[in-house]
């Protein structure tokens, strides 16, 4: 796998994982089952490893990673209410 087929990999999962909480803000679960499965796809290429990025790429993967992360956190939101639930509480006092 080369750089640029890493940030191929990374920008396909960011733009999977969106679709998903999209899905499940909308409780479409059959669409996110489908994007799960595709996600899970993607992924796959990465477990032999991928090569270590510089400069911009390496910015960008980063970038990539947190858009990943963000993405999480709002299906995590939706699939796991009572988390957003505790987390509203501990800030509100």
Do not use: C
């Not at 059959?30 to 799960?36: C, P, R, V, Y």
């Not at 290429?45 to 980063?62: F, H, N, Y």
């Not at 947190?66 to 995590?76: G, V, W």
Request: glycine share 6%; net charge negative.
């Amino acid at each position: 796998m080369n750089a640029n087929e890493v940030l191929a990999m990374y920008e396909n999962l960011a733009g999977l994982t969106g679709q998903m909480a999209q899905a499940a803000k909308a409780g479409n679960w059959s669409d996110f089952e489908q994007l799960n499965i595709e996600a899970k796809v993607e992924a796959r290429s990465a477990t032999a490893g991928v090569p270590a990025l510089d400069g911009a790429k390496r910015q960008r993967k980063i970038d990539l990673l947190k858009q990943l992360m963000a993405n999480d956190r709002a299906i995590r939101d939706v699939t796991e209410p009572w988390n957003g639930q505790l987390d509203r509480a501990l800030h509100a006092h």
